[in-house]
């Protein structure tokens, strides 16, 4: 059906505009304040190797808004390498861990050709049969335009990407007034019992995270949906040059993060980017927004540590 935009997503259409290539860029940033130290470091003899993709456009990158995020998991005792070159077998060789963050297609500015797919068929191949060989990967990939730049990759593990705006008028951050921050609680069950909420011992327990508008995901029958949508919760899909007037389809059944367990490797894939980021927003007429493990009263930067301790098969 078509209806308008709610006035809670206007922050999604914020983040398109922040884009690279867009003026207002420089307004959205990785937090200069954020604190990466790891007070228990996973890794202090063995360091397990990740290889972070840097060679698809990609929105995030381990010198820009994922900065903490690397920065944080160096702290764990990971060694990690930016990726420069498109996916093969050699490229991936001696490495543990791949994470992908919001490629886009061959368009860096998000214009039309933003959503073709940000791998060839041959890479998505290479990625696939690496991770059925034993290594983990991590893939995000964010509302429109990523889910649509990601779509070939994620088919390879039987991932549905909507590939829209998700959102839920009962489970939101209500401190935002934007009902694409979505919240995933222990106790609503949407935050599911798994190693990765689990942690090592109770002082790693996820029991709240948000996530900052993404798109929803569908797995296959053996993946594990780890942050469910609840019944409540909608995809959008806003029509080019229509002022907010869109298609909503429900995205009950759906997630916003899935792990599978592919051949000899680990999946976990995220229909969100910025809750794994530490990001302030500029906003001059304002206070500074804040997007990610920088949130207070949430716990999404030991979901953070978690989901890699997963990968690393350490949990």
């Known amino acids: 059906m078509k209806r308008n935009i709610p006035q809670s997503f206007a922050l999604a259409f914020i983040f398109l505009l922040l884009a690279p290539g867009s003026p207002a860029s420089a307004q959205q940033m990785a937090d200069p304040n954020f604190d990466a130290k790891v007070a228990r470091p996973a890794y202090t003899k063995k360091h397990p190797k990740v290889l972070f993709d840097e060679a698809h456009s990609n929105f995030h990158t381990t010198d820009g808004r994922y900065k903490p995020f690397a920065s944080l998991i160096i702290n764990d005792g990971y060694q990690v390498t930016p990726n420069k070159e498109k996916f093969q077998k050699k490229t ?40 059925r060989a034993g290594g983990s990967l991590l893939l995000i990939a964010d509302h429109t335009p990523f889910g649509a730049a990601a779509e070939t990759l994620g088919k390879r593990f039987g991932v549905d990407m909507s590939k829209g705006y998700t959102g839920d008028p009962q489970n939101y951050d209500k401190e935002s007034g934007n009902e694409g921050l979505i919240i995933y609680t222990r106790e609503s069950g949407r935050l599911a ?6 942690g090592r011992d109770a002082s790693e327990q996820i029991n709240r995270i948000i996530a900052f508008t993404g798109q929803s995901l569908k797995g296959p029958p053996e993946s594990i949906a780890f942050m469910k949508l609840a019944d409540t919760a909608f995809d959008q899909f806003p029509t080019p040059g229509s002022r907010g007037e869109g298609t909503t389809v429900s995205a009950a059944g759906r997630a916003q993060g899935i792990v599978i367990k592919f051949g000899k490797g680990r ?8 809750m794994l980021s530490a990001q302030v927003i500029k906003r001059p007429d304002r206070p500074d927004f804040f997007m990610g493990m920088n949130r207070a009263g949430i716990d999404n930067r030991q979901f953070a540590l978690n989901l890699m301790h997963w990968l690393s098969h350490l949990l």
Do not use: M, Q
């Not at 861990?97 to 940000?118: F, M, R, W």
């Open 193 to 198: 019992d798994h190693p990765i909420t689990k």
């Open 92 to 131: 991936l060789e001696g490495y543990e861990i791949l994470i992908i963050s919001n490629a886009v297609g061959p368009d860096a500015n998000l214009g039309a050709a933003a959503k073709e797919s940000a791998f060839t068929d041959e890479e998505c191949d290479a990625v696939r049969d690496w991770v």
């Open 267 to 274: 999946v976990v894939v995220l229909g969100e980017a910025a």
